[in-house]
Nanobody, 126 residues
């Protein structure tokens, strides 16, 4: 069973930074495109960014592009989301997801992904 595990969330002050991690559990991340999403209660899930198996990067939101950076370290079997300049609107549960091996980064509108992590909560507050 393909599993993803997010970590790195927490409480951060406005203007602060966090780095989220998405670790592949019991499979090798090298052959997978990984997409980060976020969701707040009452709102639709929002795609943030995707990194392909060839390290191509796609950003899905102008509000986050330039503040959020996706990267991967295949040696650590992990994809990261570096988030800078955080504000209260960034408070959400952040998820990583994939459509399986050798899949491409999804093209909007993104209707769903095949495999999801359980999410990590980011709270931006003073």
């Amino acid at each position: 069973q393909l599993q993803l595990a997010e970590s790195g969330g927490g409480l951060v002050q406005p203007g602060g930074s966090l780095r989220l991690s998405c670790e592949a559990v019991r499979f090798t991340l090298d052959y997978y495109a990984i997409t980060w999403f976020r969701q707040t209660p009452g709102k639709e899930r929002e795609a943030i960014s995707c990194i392909s198996l060839n390290d191509g990067v796609t950003y899905y939101s102008d509000s986050m592009k330039g503040r959020f950076t996706i990267s991967r370290d295949n040696a650590k079997n992990t994809v990261y989301l570096q988030m800078n300049g955080l504000n209260s609107a960034d408070t959400a549960v952040y998820y990583c997801a994939t459509d399986g091996p050798y899949s491409d980064c999804p093209t909007p509108p993104i209707n769903g992904m095949d495999y999801w992590g359980k999410g990590t909560l980011v709270t931006v507050s003073s």
